[in-house]
């Protein structure tokens, strides 16, 4: 059985938090101050033979989805993972496990950190290279202009 993991670094923001969001970040502009710390999101994907994902978070529950009908919705449920397979078209089916060794709304980029978890797990798993910096900007991308987080 194949397993494919990846882990990110969460983050501790030293100053300036929330200045690089709008409205302040485009009235005033907005500068923050982090580190990466050693406590890390986790994500494990497992391939399996059928066209379902079955997605399983310690602080998030369980989602299972069917992949042949096309982009899956981003309607609150499990957007981050559903963002990055719709962003890669995955029709194969996958189990992942995501875990992260922060809570939920504890500061440290938690929903950031996963993102990249994912991308960094799915795109070894299909064999599509990305720096660490085209990593970030997908994430970005997902969670901020296609999900429409703020943070």
């Known amino acids: 059985m194949m397993y494919i993991r990846s882990r990110a670094p969460l983050r501790l923001g030293m100053a300036g938090g ?3 969001v709008d409205p302040y970040a485009s009235q005033k502009g907005g500068a923050v101050f982090n580190s990466t710390i ?3 999101a986790y ?3 497992t391939p399996n033979d059928t066209n379902k994902m079955s997605i399983e978070s310690i602080n998030y529950g369980k ?3 069917s992949l042949d009908g096309g982009p899956l919705p981003l309607d609150g449920n499990m957007d981050l993972v559903k963002a990055v397979t719709n962003h890669f078209g995955i029709e194969e ?3 992942m496990l995501l875990q992260s ?6 500061g440290l980029g938690g929903s ?5 978890a994912a991308i960094a797990a799915v795109a070894e798993w299909i064999g599509e290279k990305m720096t660490g910096n085209e990593m970030a900007r997908l994430a970005y ?5 296609d999900i429409g987080l703020k943070g």
Do not use: M, Q, W
């Open 93 to 95: 089916g996958f189990n």
């Open 63 to 65: 989602y299972e989805a």
């Open 38 to 40: 050693s406590k890390y």
């Open 101 to 106: 060794d922060a809570p939920p709304g504890s």
């Open 18 to 20: 929330g200045t690089d």
């Open 112 to 116: 950031s950190t996963v993102i990249v």
């Open 43 to 45: 994500c494990t994907i």
């Open 141 to 145: 991308e997902l969670e901020r202009e």
